[in-house]
T-cell receptor, first 112, second 114 residues
Framework: LAKTTQPISMDSYEGQEVNITCSHN???????ITWYQQFPSQGPRFIIQ???TKVTNEVASLFIPADRKSSTLSLPRVSLSDTAVYYC?????????????FGGGTRLMVKP | ETGVTQTPRHLVMGMTNKKSLKCEQH?????MYWYKQSAKKPLELMFVYNFKEQTENNSVPSRFSPECPNSSHLFLHLHTLQPEDSALYLCASSQEGTGDGGYTFGSGTRLTVV
């Protein structure tokens, strides 16, 4: 199982772009990279997923270099409501038996 | 609503009680999971059900007993719990057999054992 490493916490201000990087040096060929957002006392919410290069949706972008050993979640122009914990999860999502494990996540604090 | 519904949202129980947590998914997924999240700790995977069959039991104490009667419903039966079992219990579902996609989580049940 690919182990992930993220910064424990980050601070930002409203309107800034935030980039959170996740390291996953032993990512396997079949593994996807998925990011989740979690607010207190709620379940994690899917943000974005990618396999290689760049993926963009209405809330974020995901940059994955060619070697796939890391990935960067980019949140454009954050607001106070983006204060949350962000998790990077790496694995073959199509195999439930893979027992994907969440790491500690990155606690993002957005300040006025 | 995420498509995964958990009830109850909050539960307080004594150490001698028996209670059950319920999870229902309306997404047509074929894999369901129970996770435990204690204060300031990462999510811990407890059980995995794939096509209604339990595929993993991640060394969870026997006072937690899962049940999956069909691919849309998942229960977690609780008995003789300890105060350290107080946590947020999260249910998730996913679609087995595809490389992409992700987990869809419910809002969780906040359990307090007194």
């Amino acid at each position: 199982l690919a182990k992930t490493t993220q910064p424990i916490s980050m601070d930002s201000y409203e309107g800034q772009e935030v980039n959170i990087t996740c390291s996953h040096n032993n990512i396997a060929t079949n593994d996807y990279i998925t990011w989740y957002q979690q607010f207190p006392s709620q379940g994690p919410r899917f943000i974005i997923q990618g396999y290689k290069t760049k993926v963009t949706n209405e809330v974020a972008s995901l940059f994955i270099p060619a070697d796939r050993k890391s990935s960067t979640l980019s949140l454009p122009r954050v607001s106070l409501s983006d204060t949350a914990v962000y998790y990077c999860l790496v694995g073959d999502m199509g195999n439930a038996g893979n027992m994907l494990t969440f790491g500690g996540g990155t606690r993002l604090m957005v300040k006025p | 609503e995420t498509g995964v519904t958990q009830t109850p949202r909050h539960l307080v129980m004594g150490m001698t009680n028996k209670k059950s947590l319920k999870c229902e998914q309306h997404l047509g997924h074929n894999a369901m999971y129970w996770y435990k999240q204690s204060a300031k700790k990462p999510l811990e995977l407890m059980f995995v059900y794939n096509f209604k069959e339990q595929t993993e039991n991640n060394s969870v104490p026997s006072r937690f007993s899962p049940e999956c009667p069909n691919s849309s419903h998942l229960f977690l039966h609780l008995h003789t719990l300890q105060p350290e079992d107080s946590a947020l219990y999260l249910c998730a579902s996913s679609q087995e057999g595809t490389g992409d996609g992700g987990y869809t989580f419910g809002s969780g049940t906040r359990l307090t054992v007194v």
